[in-house]
């Protein structure tokens, strides 16, 4: 098909090209004629044929070749006819509308621990980078926080773009090296206001942390939940870190800290999911963070109706018409300047 594009240019198609298979039989069609012709030459015995050699040949003789040889040629445009060859385009329409998804990250100083490796924030930019590699015809962003909270990546459906933004977060995007603060109401809300910008028909907000929250105080998280409720907003929240893990963030080059796990806030981030219609999960490990981001990809697929249109002009016609005008030319010379008489 690619070479019939070449030839016709593109939009170029057949819609039942099984009938080219029929072209395997035109050289044994001209084989048979030939034999055919060979059998049935006269044969008159004449006593000499020494006034004839000199005599010049009629172009007509090579001709009759040539005349045999629109036969067929012409049943191979009418072969190509039946394989009902088109020139169009077909245009998908893709609806932008359905899941507007925001990954709500905490990038606070105890997303350094090393209990998931190479640490928690390292661990967490990798599994998004995994999910959004899982989405088709979503608007994702990503909203970053600790103390404050801004937008890393607004709503976009360029995954590259957004997994090239996933892999740039860093602490100093915060000024959140080993500080302890955590604005997970005003992250949401950051990430309500991405979610209410586009015209999804559904929307969810997938937030991370592994602290409590202890900043933001213009915006509590239960308030920011309330106003997700209202939005049509459905949050699931994940609880990242092992308690029982004892991790050393780097110190300042004279001195380390020694930390047991972190303080995690679990009832709030199940009222914060139960609010909404999301639900709560906790990730102990790298793997159980995977199997979390799985399970919320496959629970948020959304069916999408991508109606083609085709838009494709018939050429069945012209080429059955040259095929036909070839064989009444055939007909018409061979039974004319062309004809053989015995």
């Known amino acids: 098909m690619n070479a019939l594009q070449t030839i016709f240019g593109e939009g170029f198609r057949l819609l039942n090209p099984e009938w080219l298979l029929l072209w395997l039989l035109l050289p044994v069609l001209w084989l048979i004629a030939r034999r055919k012709e060979r059998a049935s030459r006269a044969a008159l015995r004449f006593s000499t044929v020494q006034p004839a050699q000199g005599a010049p040949r009629s172009w007509t003789v090579p001709g009759r070749h040539v005349v045999k040889l629109l036969r067929l040629i012409a049943l ?6 039946l394989a009902r060859p088109q020139q169009g385009q077909s245009n998908k329409r893709v609806r932008a509308e359905g899941i507007a998804i925001a990954l709500v990250v905490d990038c606070s100083g105890s997303m350094e621990h090393q209990d998931f490796k190479p640490n928690r924030l390292e661990a967490a930019k990798r599994v998004l980078e995994e999910f959004v ?9 990503v909203v970053i926080y600790g103390n404050s909270s801004f937008v890393a990546c607004p709503m976009t459906m360029d995954y590259d773009v957004l997994k090239d933004f996933v892999r740039r977060i860093n602490f100093q995007m915060l000024g959140e090296q080993f500080t302890g603060k955590t604005a997970i109401g005003l992250g949401l809300a950051h990430a309500l206001n991405q979610l209410q910008q586009t015209g999804a028909e559904s929307k969810v907000a997938i937030l991370l942390t592994d602290g409590k929250n202890n900043a933001g105080e213009e915006m509590p998280p239960l308030k920011a939940a309330d106003l997700a409720k209202t939005l049509g907003v459905k949050v699931y929240t994940i ?10 963030p780097q110190g300042f080059g004279f001195f ?9 806030d679990e009832e709030l ?5 139960q609010k909404t219609g999301g639900r709560y999960f906790r990730a102990t490990n790298g793997e159980k963070l995977e199997e979390i981001y799985a ?5 948020e697929k959304k069916e999408f109706e991508l109606p083609t249109f085709d838009s494709y002009d018939e050429k069945m016609g012209f080429w059955a018409a ?21």
């Open 239 to 248: 609880g990242m870190g092992d308690p029982n893990a004892r991790v050393q």
């Open 76 to 81: 191979a445009f009418l072969i190509f006819a």
């Open 322 to 342: 040259l095929g036909l005008a070839l064989l009444m030319l055939e007909l018409l010379l061979g039974y004319t300047r062309f004809l053989k008489l015995p």
């Open 269 to 273: 981030l199940a009222e914060i999911a």
């Open 256 to 264: 380390q800290m020694t930390m047991q796990g972190s303080e995690l």
């Open 133 to 141: 590699d899982g989405r088709e015809n979503d608007q994702i962003c």
């Open 295 to 299: 399970a919320i990809n496959k629970m």
